[in-house]
């Protein structure tokens, strides 16, 4: 069994004698792996989880991405973050636990290894130790919080639906949910796309980090300074920014007949008009997923009504109508386009489909409250047992969640691609927390061994 | 520094500032209450508070009438120093409860606005930048970073960013067209964090965490900023007052008059609800109290908001948290116990073996019998305002989220309004951005309904009640309180109601009787 990583020796050494490891256990390992074969499949998860916890997480490096400055007393302020674990009881049922906080990485990891929860969420830094809350006179304040964003596919069950028979969807998600991750990833890489350009340009952020949150979503950490002081109202305020509002929305939307005139549509902010612009690409691989979406009615009718517009819809139903049937979805989406600049239309009305498609949706409570709990990195997914390991924007359209995220009980038991993909992902972390914390990484990401 | 700009600002601050003699003594930027001046006796003091509560109250009430008139007079004859005493003391008084708070700031802002020292608010804002005044005490706000933009950000702005601009122009009232650097028109580059209102409805150009913002926005920019701040410090003064030990003389001189000016206000609250008709005066009379098996009939008395959460739900036998929420509260506030709120969405949400672990808890926390065991109040409209619905949700506030048509079709389908003025009115007043005047009116519209149509064949059937002869114009403009909370909407609607069928039985008993 390799002896590992970052959990127990200090972060600039580990990398060094890592490597002298890996080579000592080079030749021994395949002679491992058939041994633990034979031992492991009665490995309950409660023991795999602690094996995973007292191999593989990397507590320090947690720390060191947490914890920005140091106090007068010399220690971090790792101590006045909140954690909070989830874990299971005897009797299968799950427990809560908040306003849990550390010392440091050591007792953090020490009490991982000790509890195993079944996942770890990070919440704000307080004014205080919040294991301290009821022996303060105030209520806990929170200070400060990374600036997080949630996307997660379920809330684009609609558009995913589209074009696509409902009930086997709804089956086949149940069944597998890491499978339809993969196949909606579409989705992922535009959310991915246009929020990394609207935080880098629109508001100056640097440090991002996105985080595959398990199951079918991920999640955004923007480490920026500035980002972690945001008061509430401010991250109300960007949330807001950054969601996209349908011109035709809510119950009666459906019903609006297309008789009804509407005034010309407002000026379009230039952030959505980049995000179009960003997710028009994106658009002909939906459709192409979709080689029938515009022989079924039901899915041209809600497609048309998305526009705000009433001669822009009448024009691009006439087109649709005209289109040769041998044509693929997205190039008649092209030709649909292409007859609106004929006409001399306004075609930011057509784009209004496009962003109602595919713009990203996102949680909004969870960005929009400092005291709220998020998944951090590198916990497990309860229900499907990945790692939650975190991504680069660059990559994302390679990433594959299916094939890229290391699983719990593969990776404890020894199994070498899982392992691989985990010392990738941690690479990565360590990576992203040297530019963050203003230093160069002590080697350069390696693949594999 | 910013020379165009009082010229042009819109007609926010009109009048010209006609110099007495008290304010030549005061500095420049006072008008924002930076500093406190040495206090005076306190019978000079209590009259001067109690004026200055008057008249904010009255600007509220009157202020379309004196917006128009030329002179304000009340406001040029105040003395600086008792304008700055008055307001710390009402500082002292309001401050410290959120809907005194929110009542005090909102005057403040008015009575800034109104001000005609203020010739040009962007001027006072200079104060805070930090070139000339960066030793000011208190700054209004904590680093204010403005500089005037360089040549090279005409450059950046280049497209859409320009028409982006423009288009903010032009809703100040500014007509010029063209070249946004010939027009001379200073910009300045303003932390997004100090512009929130404008990033949250993306009606600025944020560039790399900066907002580039023309110089004429400086006048909303400062109301903004001095709205934060009057808050905070409302709190801090509070709170200073509160800790202060009760023997002081301090305490002996200021608590009664605390106590008198929040009494005061209370008092002043109360009988403007009862002019306006609002039911608050009344209580919760148990008539309109709402119970389960009226729930079917009060449906159609519900607010649009609730109203579409209803719908929503049968149809899909679901809502997400917000919405239950905002409906669960709005039928606790309506009346329902307990355990018809229990029953009711046992009955509503489908996943029927789920109840109990994912939502009867959320029930019973709302009726303040888990966590922190506080009962929730209903939410009221301005905190439904602030609830934006995400992608699936169908909270908040249908005359703000919902577009023209949808709008439109909503509130006849639901509604059952078919006035066609009121229609009209409805759509242009949620289009311009004022959600709750356009409720108001469909409460008029209904209430006028119910007041003139038989007893029993109420809003469920309008085809009975073909032209409601209501009495022209003067009907129209008759002045509803603006609906500010859904369950006074709500109560109002089924008062009305009651009182129109009582009405119609005792023409009918008379009738019989003769």
Redesign the interface.
């Known amino acids: 069994m390799r002896k590992r990583v970052c959990a127990d020796s200090p972060q600039e050494s580990c990398d060094h004698s890592d490597q002298v490891a890996d080579e000592k256990v080079m030749e021994r390992e395949a002679e491992l792996a058939a041994v633990q074969a034979l031992i492991l499949p009665g490995l309950n998860r409660r023991e795999s989880l602690r094996r995973y916890y007292a191999e593989w997480f990397p507590a320090p490096m947690i720390e060191r991405w947490l914890a920005d400055h140091v106090d007068s007393d010399g220690r971090s302020s790792l101590h006045f973050r909140e954690f909070s674990f989830t874990l299971e009881d005897s009797d299968g049922s799950e427990r809560f636990i908040r306003y849990l906080s550390y010392e440091d990485a050591a007792t953090f990891a020490a009490e991982l290894v000790r509890m195993t929860p079944l996942r770890y969420d990070i919440g704000a830094v307080y004014d205080a130790n919040p294991r301290d809350r009821h022996r303060r006179l105030n209520k806990l304040e929170p200070m400060e919080r990374e600036l997080v964003f949630d996307v997660d596919l379920d809330?684009y069950e609609?558009v995913i639906a589209l074009g696509h028979d409902t009930d086997n969807l709804k089956a086949a998600i149940a069944q597998d949910p890491l499978r339809a991750c993969t196949e909606n990833w579409l989705f992922i890489e535009a959310a991915v796309a246009v929020l990394e350009r609207a935080l880098r340009?629109?508001?100056?952020?640097q440090h991002i980090l996105w985080v595959f949150s398990g199951r079918r979503g991920i999640h955004a950490w923007v480490c920026d300074p500035?980002a972690r002081r945001?008061?509430d109202?401010?991250r109300?305020?960007?949330v807001?920014?950054l969601?996209y509002?349908a011109?035709?929305?809510?119950?009666?939307?459906a019903?609006?007949s297309s008789s009804?005139s509407?005034?010309p549509t407002a000026?379009?902010?230039?952030?959505?008009?980049r995000a179009a612009e960003i997710l028009m690409p994106f658009m002909d691989r939906f459709l192409d997923q979709r080689p029938g979406i515009w022989f079924d009615e039901q899915a041209v009718r809600t497609l048309l009504a998305l526009c705000?517009d009433s001669r822009v819809r009448e024009t691009l139903g006439h087109a649709l109508r005209r289109s040769h049937s041998a044509d693929s979805a997205s190039t008649t989406w092209r030709n649909m386009l292409q007859r609106l600049e004929d006409k001399r239309l306004d075609t930011d009305a057509a784009l209004h489909i496009v962003l109602h498609l595919l713009y990203p949706?996102?949680?909004?409570?969870v960005t929009r409250q400092r005291n709220h709990l998020l998944k951090g990195p590198f916990s497990v997914h309860p229900k499907t047992n990945c790692i939650c390991v975190p991504f680069t924007p660059d990559r994302v359209s390679s990433f594959r969640p299916e094939r890229d995220v290391p699983q719990l009980i593969p990776l404890v038991t020894g199994d070498a691609a899982s392992q691989q993909q985990m010392r990738a992902c941690l690479e990565m972390m360590q990576a992203f927390v040297a530019r963050l914390r203003g230093c160069t990484p002590p080697r350069p990401p390696m693949d594999g061994v | 520094m910013i020379t165009g700009a009082p010229q042009m600002s819109s007609g926010l601050v009109a009048g010209r500032w006609a110099a007495d003699a008290s304010s030549k003594a005061r500095p420049r930027g006072d008008g924002l209450y930076l500093t406190c001046p040495p206090g005076p006796t306190v019978s000079v003091f209590y009259s001067s508070c109690t004026a200055r509560q008057s008249e904010t109250a009255e600007v509220e009430v009157l202020l379309d009438r004196l917006l128009r008139l030329p002179q304000y007079r009340f406001l040029q004859d105040y003395p600086g120093r008792a304008d700055a005493l008055s307001h710390f003391m009402l500082r002292l008084a309001f401050g410290q409860s959120a809907d005194l708070q929110e009542w005090w700031v909102q005057a403040e802002r008015l009575l800034l606005r109104l001000r005609p020292a203020l010739e040009s608010l962007s001027e006072l804002a200079e104060q805070f930048l930090p070139g000339d005044a960066a030793s000011a005490q208190r700054p209004l706000i904590e680093s204010v970073s403005c500089e005037k933009a360089p040549r090279q950000v005409f450059e950046t702005l280049r497209?859409?960013?320009y028409?982006?601009i423009h288009?903010q122009l032009k809703n100040m009232g500014h007509t010029g067209t063209g070249n946004l650097e010939n027009m001379g028109i200073p910009m300045f580059k303003i932390p997004?964090?100090l512009v929130?209102?404008w990033?949250?409805?993306?009606q600025l150009?944020?560039?790399?965490?900066?907002a580039w913002v023309p110089a004429l926005a400086w006048n909303e920019l400062v109301l903004e900023w001095f709205d934060a701040f009057l808050r905070r410090a409302g709190v801090a003064a509070a709170q200073r007052l509160s800790i202060a030990p009760s023997s002081s003389r301090l305490q002996e001189r200021l608590s009664p008059m605390v106590l008198c000016l929040r009494e005061r206000h209370q008092g002043w609250m109360r009988s403007r609800q009862r002019q306006a008709g609002t039911l608050r005066s009344i209580g919760s009379s148990v008539a309109v109290e709402l119970h389960l098996p009226e729930l079917g009939d009060a449906v159609n008395d519900f607010p649009l908001c609730m109203r579409?959460l209803m719908?929503?739900l049968q149809d899909h036998g679901h809502l997400r948290?917000?919405g239950r929420l905002q409906l669960g509260l709005f039928l606790k506030g309506a009346g329902l116990t307990l355990s018809e709120s229990l029953q009711f969405w046992r009955e509503s949400l489908l996943g029927k073996n789920e109840f109990e672990r994912e939502y009867a808890y959320g029930i019973r926390y709302n009726y303040g019998l888990e966590g922190k065991r506080k009962s929730c109040p209903p939410f009221t409209c301005a905190r439904m305002l602030e609830m934006?619905p995400?992608?699936?949700e169908?909270h908040g506030c249908?005359f703000q989220?919902?577009?023209?048509?949808?709008?439109?079709?909503?509130v006849r389908?639901y509604l059952k309004i078919e006035e066609p003025e009121d229609i009209e009115e409805i759509t242009r007043f949620a289009?311009s951005g004022q959600p709750q005047r356009a409720c108001t009116t469909c409460l008029r519209s209904l209430v006028a309904t119910h007041e003139s149509s038989p007893a029993g064949a109420v809003a469920s059937s309008p085809e009975t009640t073909p032209v409601a002869p209501r009495s022209a114009s003067g009907e129209r403009n008759s002045i509803l309180a603006p609906v500010q909370h859904p369950n006074d909407y709500l109560a109002q609607l089924r008062l009305t109601r009651l009182a129109n069928a009582s009405r119609s039985e005792a023409t009918s008993d008379t009738r019989m009787q003769a």
């Open positions: 809330v609609p340009e629109d508001f100056g952020f500035r945001l008061s109202e401010a109300a305020a960007i807001e920014y969601q509002r011109p035709l929305t809510g119950v009666g939307a019903a609006a009804m509407r005034a000026l379009m902010h230039p952030s959505l008009r705000p949706r996102l949680d909004v409570n | 497209g859409d960013g028409q982006l288009e997004f964090e929130l209102r990033v949250r409805h993306r150009w944020l560039h790399a965490g900066y579409l719908v929503r948290h917000q934006r995400g992608p699936g169908h249908p989220e919902l577009a023209a048509p949808a709008l439109e079709q909503a389908t289009a």
